[in-house]
Nanobody, 122 residues
C-alpha cells in the first residue's frame, strides 16, 4: 500500500525559505508522478509542482522560479521553497498518481499524505 508522509512545514517571514519532504513507500508502479498540492481556507486545492518517476517536472505559474521539486534515489520527493510570499500560506500535501493529460490535476492523484502547514508572515 502506498504511503506518503510529509515533513518540514513551519512559519517563516516573507522572503524566507522552507524545505518540505515527502517520504514515499509501497510504490508498485514503474511510471508515476509525485506532486505537491496546497490548500488554504476557502480556496480550492492547487497544484504546485510535480515530478515524474522518469524526471520530468512541471510547476504552477505562481511558483516558477521560486520553488524547486526534486527526488532522491529512494523515491522521496522534496520541495525547496524560496522567496516565500504571504500568499504561499497553506496546507501542503504530497500526492502520488498517474495523470494522463494534466500532471497538476488533483483528481488524477490516488494517494495523499496528511499535509504539513506552511505559514508565511508579512
Amino acid at each position: 500500500q502506498v504511503q506518503l508522509v510529509e515533513s518540514g512545514g513551519g512559519s517563516v517571514q516573507a522572503g524566507g525559505s522552507l524545505s518540505l519532504s515527502c517520504s514515499v513507500s509501497g510504490i508498485t508502479y514503474s511510471s508515476y508522478w509525485t506532486a505537491w498540492f496546497r490548500q488554504s481556507p476557502g480556496k480550492e486545492r492547487e497544484g504546485v509542482a510535480t515530478i515524474h518517476s522518469g524526471g520530468y517536472l512541471e510547476y504552477a505559474d505562481s511558483v516558477k522560479g521560486r520553488f524547486t521539486i526534486s527526488k532522491d534515489n529512494v523515491k522521496n520527493v522534496h520541495l525547496q521553497m524560496n522567496s516565500l510570499k504571504p500568499e504561499d500560506t497553506a496546507m501542503y500535501y504530497c500526492a502520488l498518481g498517474r495523470p494522463v493529460a494534466r500532471p497538476l490535476d488533483a483528481d488524477s492523484y490516488n494517494y495523499w499524505g496528511q499535509g504539513t502547514q506552511v505559514i508565511v508572515s508579512s
